[in-house]
């Protein structure tokens, strides 16, 4: 299962992703004690000085450090200015959890099918694999390839009371939003890393 190691970004992505912060599966509420440490953070801040080969990634990273502590407005704001598939990725988030769930799925056809999906889903299937299911969780410990769409209706049955599935899908977000960040990260600096 994907590990996710902070300690190779820079000092100020540290201490904003630091802790066990779970994803909300819905707006959340603005973590405001983060909110002076955000509007700190620029690109170049987010990679510590080192030279930026994708801008666009650099700046998803900053969409994503605002979505971790549920300043959905901040983080659409960037998304939604970046015209690349993993720009739509982070738009598609925001919109789950806003909740707009049709208008999540448009932007999740957007995305296709996305380089960190294979990871996501084999990482998901582990996690889940440990936990109860329920019929509209199942998919979750069973796939054998990420279906963003059925994330996206599980989030809407665990809203509507038709899940009790919550904690398994608020640490699949958490996973999908750290490899995803990770991602964007590497791919801002064009490093390979993991």
């Known amino acids: 299962m994907f590990s ?3 300690e ?3 000092p100020e992505v540290i201490q904003i992703v630091a802790g066990e912060r779970l994803c909300d599966l819905g707006p959340g509420r603005a973590n405001q004690a983060m909110a002076d440490d955000l509007a700190a953070v620029d690109v170049d801040l987010i990679l510590s ?14 969409s994503a450090l605002w ?4 300043f959905l407005d901040e983080s659409h704001t960037i998304s939604q200015e970046i015209l690349s598939t993993t720009g739509s990725y982070w738009h598609g988030i925001m919109h789950r959890r806003e909740p707009d769930y049709s208008n999540a799925k448009y932007w999740f056809r957007r995305v296709g099918d996305h380089p960190i999906f294979p990871d ?3 990482s998901t299937r582990e996690l889940a694999s440990g936990q109860a299911t329920d019929a509209d969780s199942e998919f979750l410990a069973t796939q054998s390839s990420w279906d963003p769409y059925a994330f996206v209706d599980l989030c809407q049955a665990i809203a509507a009371g038709r899940s009790g599935a919550e904690s398994l899908a608020r640490q699949t977000a958490r996973l999908e939003w750290e490899l995803l960040f990770d991602f964007c ?7 390979n890393g993991r």
């Open 185 to 191: 990260y590497r791919k801002a600096l064009n490093s």
């Open 49 to 62: 000085g080192d030279a930026i080969v994708d801008r666009d990634m650099a700046r998803c990273c900053l």
């Open 8 to 10: 190779q970004y820079s």
């Open 120 to 122: 996501l889903c084999a």
């Open 4 to 6: 996710f190691g902070v």
């Open 67 to 70: 979505l971790l502590h549920d």
